[in-house]
């Protein structure tokens, strides 16, 4: 361990690094206190940081085999694309995500901090409330959209025990009312696990990752006996070629794949925190991400392609897909299944990061359980049932506006840790008013500038169907394709202009 030594002219260091280059708060120096910090957001100390590569590895094992995971590449296979060009779209996005995944990550096991906290840095101590809600409102859309998967799957499988007189229900809103009380007992049971805490979530993360990736298998050798085997799943032709029309498409499918984890790339020292080591979280998440997308992708290109094959359609939802099971032991399997897999990336994913978000803006007043609570909610007044509506708005409209936005505070993060601040935070500094990330009233009004600018450019032009008709700028139109890049980029450099303003100060303020 080294660590500065205090001059009769100078306090006694408040934080300490470890040989391996960890940090943390300095034996004996008090632990942050006031408004602005909690058990939740306070730094973990070193003892605590034992996650290890396997870890990291099964954590995005769990988090990839999911429903939402599988409709990405069946949905490109619904939009025109063969199986090679959705899993080439898959695999190269998750490969670019990897990149912010791993530059945000590093603060995770360095100083033990969450998300909300490490946007404080450049943000400022009150500013960071804005990323920190941005992302949380994308956690409820999600939660919103996995826990209406899950009320499809009990929708089909109580269709089943029941009969026509579940599954033909007067409708209500456009759906069987059935439909409705299936999306309401599903969002229940999330709650339910909610108020058990964190051990049950670990618990049933243990053991629900293989049991998808074996149902997953399961329907694939299901559709390719009915197909006939795997050649029809293979030979199913793209309907646009490698021409012009396909890299019309392949841009705007591309970042709204990378924007399916943007959620994470930023809140993935969430995780990370907890890491063992630098090399941990970094071997970890590049064995487990891209790896695991385009295994589970290419499972789902070929089950959707069979369904092409054997349906004369791409059946894109895999809960419409097992529903055609012709015995009931396989149909309640799949749809268990299916059940299964939402149940853990939502719970993992789209609850725990957005507590710490909501919890973020009131330490004193706002728990874990209470921030949870409010994203289920959220996640139900953002009518998810519009979002998942079809495949062109789900991967067009929702991944690409949340690409869009969320790159653009990924390029404001990754420019202050690493080009401004090279990796050195004041954890004190972090959770006191006054300090060096105090800026204006707690507020860095450069960040904002740059989220601001960024995100206009972004998805100003973007298509915003089927919530709502036209584009908001048009003139913008063009550059909504590449959303997530020029949310990025853009941020990151009008960022770092504007702080170059503030004149000489030390390198780690």
Known sequence: MTETVPTADSPPPTQVTLSDGRVEIAPGAPQPTGPYANEDLLPVPVEKRTWTTYNFSALWVGMAHNTAS?????GLIAVGMDWKQAVLTIALANVIVLVPMLLTGHAGPKYGIPFPVFARASFGIRGANLP???????????????????????????????????????????????????????????????????????????WAAPFVLVGAGALLWWMSSKAGGFGPLLDQPSKLGWGPEFWKLFAPALMGMI??????????????????????????????????????????????????????????????????????????????????????????????SPAFDFSNIAPRKITFRTGALVTCVLGVLIFPWKLYSDPEGYIFTWLGLVGGLLGTVAGILIADYWIL?????????????????????????????????????????ATFKPLIDGRPIPALADLADYGWAVGLGTSMVLYLVLMATRGREPANV
Do not use: H
């Open 421 to 461: 601040r090279r990796t050195s935070l004041d954890l004190a500094d972090l959770y006191r008013a006054g300090g060096r990330y105090w800026y204006t009233n707690g507020w860095n009004w450069r960040a904002v500038v740059a989220f601001v600018t960024g995100g206009v450019l972004a998805i100003g032009g």
């Open 70 to 74: 599988w409709t990405l590449a069946s």
């Open 132 to 206: 920190a809600v941005v992302r949380a409102l994308v956690a409820c859309g999600w939660f919103g959209i996995q826990t209406w998967i899950g009320g499809e799957a009990i929708y089909y499988l109580a269709g089943k025990l029941f009969g026509d007189s579940w599954a033909d229900a007067s409708k209500v809103g456009g759906y069987a009312w059935t439909l409705w009380l299936s999306f309401a007992i599903f969002w229940a049971l999330q709650v339910a696990i909610i108020y058990r805490g964190m051990e049950t979530i670990r618990r049933f993360e243990n």
């Open 259 to 352: 924007g399916f984890w943007s959620t994470l790339s930023l809140n993935i020292p969430d995780f990370t925190r907890y890491g063992k080591s630098q090399k941990a979280q970094t071997w970890g998440q590049a064995l487990g991400l891209p790896t695991t997308m385009t295994l589970f992708a290419f499972l789902s290109v070929m089950v959707t392609s069979g369904s092409q094959a054997v349906y004369g359609e791409a059946i894109w939802d895999p809960v419409q897909l097992a529903a055609k099971v012709d015995n009931v032991f396989g149909i309640i399997f799949a749809l268990v299944t299916v059940l299964v897999a939402t149940l853990s990336v939502n719970v993992a994913a789209n609850l725990v």
